[in-house]
């Protein structure tokens, strides 16, 4: 049966990154997003993958190939999907399209780029006998097998509730055991992210700025009422008051300990007490906030 360590094929990484065109015609050729190296490692870390751009300096097409097992080994390939095909990674188009209208032709090349990547992906799959199949409005992937129609499907983006945050912490306590801090850290970062987002998309809401971790939390303070509920004794108001100090510290810590973030503050030695510290503080407040989701 096939896997989804076919995506590893060099040529369709380079269409991931940019370097491959998905179409060519006469006289253009339209690609993917280029990904600079720093860049597919900023794009690793939204889902969860640290990749040390300053250190490593590998090829990007590496890092991408590094990123793609990653994907795979923890069932992410919906996300990477809906993440790789985001449309505000495709900006560049508005300087391409001429148009006076609402950017109607933008969307046209948009899709239409998006649509072709699926084409020349399938094209290499070919020769392994197989294709993937893709609904792009609800972000779901299955590879399909040519000769018995077996299909390897994608797991559904996970429901992020309590059962979530039970995995995403086990995920964290399984990287301080194998002492990589930085891992657990980016974990919990990650899960109130994701947390957040989950809230504000509750209330029909657009997420106001994905990865400022701050920014989304006081969307969803306003959204939930939280910064003027008069009904809330005053130890609950101190105790939240903590818990956004440890929101903020979460944050600082992941953006300063980076090397993808230039000069800052001095790089904090990070062992097993601090990271279980920023585990089971980012648990607690994401358990607390997943309550207030459900009750408001």
């Not at 993917?32 to 597919?40: A, E, F, L, T």
């Not at 657990?184 to 987002?197: D, M, N, P």
């Not at 939240?240 to 090397?259: C, P, V, W, Y």
């Not at 648990?283 to 997943?290: E, H, P, Q, Y």
Request: aromatic share 12%.
């Amino acid at each position: 049966m096939n896997n989804w360590n076919l995506l590893k094929n060099r040529k369709i990484i380079d269409l991931f990154i940019g370097d491959n065109p998905v179409q060519s015609y006469m006289f253009e050729e339209e690609k993917m997003p280029y990904m600079s190296g720093i860049q597919i490692c900023e794009f690793s870390k939204k889902l969860g993958f640290l990749q040390n751009y300053n250190e490593e300096k590998l090829s990007r097409w590496q890092y991408m190939d590094r990123l793609l097992d990653y994907i795979i080994e923890n069932n992410k390939i919906n996300l990477f999907f809906k993440e790789l095909l985001e449309i505000k990674r495709f900006e560049k188009l508005a300087d391409d399209c001429y148009t006076y209208g609402f950017g109607s032709s933008i969307q046209e090349k948009y899709w239409d780029i998006v649509n072709n990547l699926f084409q020349s992906i399938n094209k290499y799959l070919t020769f392994d006998k197989c294709y993937i199949e893709y609904n792009l409005q609800s972000y779901q992937f299955s590879i399909v097998d040519f000769e018995n129609n077996i299909e390897l499907v994608a797991s559904k983006i996970e429901e992020v509730d309590s059962a979530y945050i039970k995995r995403i912490a086990n995920e964290a306590y399984n990287a301080i055991k194998n002492t990589d801090y930085e891992s657990a850290i980016t974990k919990s970062r990650t899960l109130l992210e994701e947390i957040l987002i989950k809230g504000i998309e509750e209330k029909n809401c657009k997420p106001s700025e994905k990865g400022n971790i701050n920014t989304l939390y006081n969307q969803f303070k306003v959204l939930y009422k939280m910064h003027i509920n008069d009904e809330l004794d005053i130890r609950i108001k101190t105790l939240l008051s903590g818990f956004e100090k440890i929101l903020t510290a979460i944050s600082q810590m992941r953006d300063k300990n980076s090397d993808s973030h230039g000069v800052g503050d001095k790089r904090l030695e990070l062992n097993k007490s601090i990271a279980e510290l920023f585990v089971n503080s980012s648990i607690t407040f994401s358990n607390f906030l997943i309550y207030i989701i459900e009750v408001t």
